[in-house]
């Protein structure tokens, strides 16, 4: 078997001509969307990820504010640039972009941002408004993730979702959007601590693997006709490696890729939270 493609790169390719008709729509209300980026210290994946955040804004027509500080910053500089955008009435919504240099503390940081403008999802009320099942802005990799198994149509009632990796940016959230009764989906979250991976893994219809250790999930724990969507991203001297060994293109019957399957629907999904935040300044005049 040779597995098809779940692309992220092509579907969030038609998610930005979407969001850029919804953009104008708001232009000609007089809500110009905005959003701003908080990078700290200089690590590359990071500028390049916060990179391609902008170019996709200048793409749907959002304006981008852009704040960089250096790796020496301290907590206070950061906290202060965080108060400014929770004040600029330019800036719609906006991120920062982790993980932080170490030294800092990134839950005191997300937790001093307006939850009205958390474009990322991350804030504690945020979080707690997805276990409430309540409406809230969420996290972006999880969205884009449940995004491109619905445009692709693999059905979620009902099916074995084995999550390898406990992050907060992906592994946590993704079961909460999952087993929401519109997914309906169940949902074992696997770790370091897990005694038995293989066992876990073989047993999923679908397996979303966000560990960040390269080539973890090998063709012998995936069943046969599984989906597998690679989230982890490892950076080598030969180029980025993620956690989906290439041999499970043989035995799974679909596969989002590292690179073109899950990280542009993460981009994608930034955008739409952007542009759902403006709609509903929109709907509160
Ligand atoms: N504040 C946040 N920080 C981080 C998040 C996040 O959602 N919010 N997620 C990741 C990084 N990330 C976005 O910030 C991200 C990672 C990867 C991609 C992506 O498009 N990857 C490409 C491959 C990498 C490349 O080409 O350089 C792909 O999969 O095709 C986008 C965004 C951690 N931090």
Redesign the pocket.
């Known amino acids: 078997m040779k597995a098809q493609k779940l692309d992220g790169k092509a579907t969030a390719a038609t998610i930005k001509s979407e969001l850029a008709v919804r953009v104008e729509a708001l232009k000609a209300q007089g809500i110009n969307p905005g959003l701003g980026t908080v990078l700290v210290g200089d690590d590359p994946g990071s500028h390049?990820?916060v990179r391609?955040k902008h170019r996709d804004c200048a793409e749907v027509g959002i304006a981008s504010i852009q704040r960089e500080l250096p790796d020496t910053a301290t907590q206070e500089e950061v906290e202060a640039v965080v108060r400014e955008l929770n004040e600029d009435p330019t800036c719609t919504g906006y991120?920062?972009?982790?993980p932080l240099p170490r030294g800092l503390d990134a839950n005191r940081v997300l937790e001093l941002m307006d939850p009205d403008k958390d474009a990322?999802g991350?804030h504690p009320t945020n979080l707690g408004r997805l276990v409430l099942g309540q409406d809230a802005p969420l996290p972006?990799?999880p969205r884009g993730i449940v995004e491109l198994l619905h445009r692709y149509d693999i059905p979620l009632n009902g099916a074995d979702v084995c999550v390898i990796g406990r992050g907060v940016?992906v592994g946590r959230p993704i079961g909460l959007l999952l087993t929401r009764r519109t997914e309906n989906a169940t949902v074992t979250l696997c770790h370091t601590g897990t005694k038995d991976l293989t066992r876990h893994a073989l047993e999923a219809d679908i397996i979303v693997a966000a560990a960040g250790v390269a080539g973890l999930v090998s063709a012998d724990i995936v069943k046969p006709g599984a989906v597998v969507l690679d989230v982890g991203?490892t950076r080598t001297e030969q180029g980025?490696v993620g956690d989906v060994h290439p041999e499970v293109l043989e035995k799974a019957a679909w596969v989002a890729p590292?690179?073109?399957?899950?990280?542009?629907m993460?981009?994608a999904m930034l955008l739409t939270n952007v542009v759902e935040a403006a709609e509903r300044q929109l709907a509160s005049r």
């Open positions: 390049s990820y391609g991120i920062v972009q982790l990322d991350l972006c990799t940016t991203i980025l590292m690179p073109g399957g899950v990280g542009p993460t981009r």
